[in-house]
């Protein structure tokens, strides 16, 4: 994005955590499992694939554990893509 000189608010997660209430936000009425970064150890050790946390324990997880959060997590408007998706970035 910054190649195509897109302006861009970023945030460092591991230094300016997200708390619960905006997690809740941004997820919205969206699939909380999405936000899911499923390349984590915690999400792994914890087997979160075949027993998922709730939508709450998944939102105090993260709040606490913010490489549990699928990155990057781009937003404009009302659209979001989670992850990193080149082709969804043009088109965005």
Request: without cysteine; glycine residues 4%; aromatic residues 6%.
């Amino acid at each position: 994005m910054l190649e195509r000189k897109v302006e861009v608010e970023s945030r460092d997660l591991g230094k300016e955590r997200l708390s619960e209430a905006e997690l809740d936000k941004l997820i919205g009425t969206r699939d909380y499992k999405e936000f899911l970064n499923t390349r984590n150890e915690l999400y792994r050790e914890r087997r979160m694939k075949e027993k998922p946390p709730s939508r709450a324990e998944t939102i105090k997880l993260m709040a606490k554990e913010p490489n549990l959060i699928r990155r990057p997590i781009v937003i404009k408007g009302s659209q979001m893509i989670l992850g990193f998706d080149e082709e969804a970035y043009r088109k965005l």
